[in-house]
Structures are given as C-alpha cells and as structure tokens.
C-alpha cells in the first residue's frame, strides 16, 4: 500500500524558512517522480513543484521559482521542501504526491497533507 | 506559461443526468491532460490521464477526451457521490499547472 506522510509545516513569520518532508513507503520510490502541491484554505490547487525519480531534473512554479528547493533522497525514501523567504501568500496546506512514472506526470497518489501559516 | 481554464466554475445538476465540464489549454498539450476528484475535506484523486484513459478503479460513467486544446470530462449519469470539485492538470511541461476548478452540486 502506498503511503505519503508529509512532516514540517507549523506556523512561520513572513521572510522565515521551513523544511517539509515526506516518508514514502509501499512502492520503489527512486522509480517515481514526485511533486509538491498546495491548497489554500478554500482555493483550488496549485502545482508547486516537482522532481524526476532520479532526481536528475527539478521543475518549480513561478510562484516559488528561487525561493523554493525540492529534493530527495532515495536512500531514505524521502522527498523534502525547503521553503525560504516565506510570503503570507504561501499560507496552504502542501501535499506530497506520487507521479505515475519516473518523469513528472499525471499523480496517482497524494499525502493527507501538512499546514504552513505564514503569520506576524 | 500555458494556462488552464475551466468552464463553468460551478455547476448544479440532477442525478442522472450527463455532466460536461471544459478545460482549455491556451497552448497546445496534446493529451498530456489529467483530471481529479477532490470532495469536501478530501485529498484530491486521479480519475483520468493522457486525456482519456480512466484510472484503474474509477466508475466507468467517468470518461474524457479531448486533445490539443480543447478537453472535456464527461459524467454520463450523475450520482450522488459525484458530488466533488473537478480539476484538470496538464503534464506536458513544467509548469504542471491545474486550471481553477469546477464545482459540481446536486440540483
């Protein structure tokens, strides 16, 4: 059975940084891109971030382009989010979701998800 | 960057009925186009990919098509369940943007 749990989120002052991370288990987890997606309260999705299942290849929305850093580390399972320079506007919940394959595609299972407030 | 837009934003119809909801890539994706469930309090989920192909375990009163530009998500008899806001995703490049959402509610 696959498992996401994502792990890091709390509450942050604007400018402050956090460190999501995300246990994967129940499938080979180099095999697979993975992504970061976030909902804020009531909004839709947002797309924030991906990585190929080497990890060869980084993709970041615009949104988050230079101030965002995905990675992974497939000897642990785990995929990361460091979030830096941090905008009240980042307030949402962040999901971690598996992709179909190894390059980022359509995503086909998705994490109960972890809240970043960003709040003075 | 390509955006992804929805068409309606919200909708009401009777169960039973055949549901339509549009999403309209500004650029060419070919089918690199997914859509998702996700209800109320729930994580989202995968209904379809590569435009039309239905995920394992997904009604078979789910379907899609479209390529290109232009992609349709269709509901052939509208259940209760159903009740959900629906997104398309599309995966043709970075970035892997969703459109706004459709909203689908019982009449």
């Known amino acids: 059975e696959v498992q996401l749990l994502e792990s890091g989120g709390g509450l942050v002052q604007p400018g402050g940084s956090l460190r999501l991370s995300c246990a994967a288990s129940?499938?080979?987890?180099?095999?697979?891109?993975m992504s970061w997606v976030r909902q804020a309260s009531g909004k839709g999705l947002e797309w924030v971030s991906g990585?190929?299942?080497?990890?060869?290849?980084?993709y970041y929305a615009d949104s988050v382009k230079g101030r965002f850093t995905i990675s992974r580390d497939n000897s642990k399972n785990t995929l990361y989010l460091q979030m830096n320079n941090l905008r009240v506007e980042d307030t949402a919940v962040y999901y971690c979701a598996k992709d179909r394959s190894g390059v980022p595609t359509a995503i086909n299972y998705w994490g109960q998800g972890t809240l970043v407030t960003v709040s003075s | 960057d390509i955006q992804m837009t929805q068409s309606p934003s919200s909708l009401s119809a009777s169960v039973g009925d055949r549901v339509t909801i549009t999403c309209r890539a500004s650029?060419?994706?070919?089918?690199?186009l997914a859509w998702y469930q996700q209800k109320p309090g729930k994580v989202p989920k995968l209904l379809i990919y590569?435009?039309?192909t239905l995920q394992s375990g997904v009604p078979a009163r789910f379907s899609g098509s479209g390529s290109g530009t232009d992609f349709t998500l269709t509901i052939s008899s509208l259940q209760p369940e159903d009740v959900a806001t629906y997104y398309c995703q599309k995966y043709n490049s970075a970035p892997y943007s969703f459109g706004q959402g459709t909203k689908l509610e019982i009449k």
């Open positions: 650029q060419g994706i070919s089918n690199y």
């Open positions: 990585m190929s299942g080497s990890g060869d290849s980084t």
């Open positions: 590569a435009a039309s």
């Open positions: 129940g499938f080979t987890f180099s095999n697979y891109a």
